[in-house]
């Protein structure tokens, strides 16, 4: 069973930065597609960024590109967000999902992953 813990969250001012962790286990698949997505109080979840592990490729939303960098550290099967120039809109609960394979096209539909974290909280105040 995949088991996928976040970690890092907190509260910043705007223009600071944090670093989340997503520490994985119970994956079976040899390479995986690990992502981060965002969801705040009455919005809809939002894809954050994704590095599919294998080839180290990424991609970023456009509201957190230059700002964000996905990292992965194969060792420890830990993804990592650097969140940079935090800005308020940032605030949010943020959430790792994994699954073995997401297809690049589709790397922003959280239907895609099978398997999630609980979240950990960012607030960034003005």
């Known amino acids: 069973q995949v088991q996928l813990v976040e970690s890092g969250g907190g509260s910043v001012q705007a223009g600071g930065s944090l670093r989340l962790s997503c520490a994985a286990s119970g994956l079976t698949a040899s390479t995986n597609t690990l992502a981060w997505f965002r969801q705040a109080p009455a919005n809809d979840r939002e894809a954050v960024s994704v590095?599919?592990?294998?080839?180290?490729?990424?991609y970023y939303a456009d509201s957190v590109r230059g700002r964000f960098t996905i990292s992965q550290d194969n060792a420890k099967n830990t993804v990592y967000l650097q969140m940079n120039s935090l800005k308020p809109e940032d605030t949010a609960m943020y959430y790792c999902a994994a699954d073995p394979y997401v297809t690049p096209s589709r790397w922003d539909w959280g239907s895609q992953y099978k398997a999630w974290g609980q979240g950990t909280q960012v607030t960034v105040s003005s």
């Open positions: 590095i599919y592990t294998g080839s180290g490729t990424s």
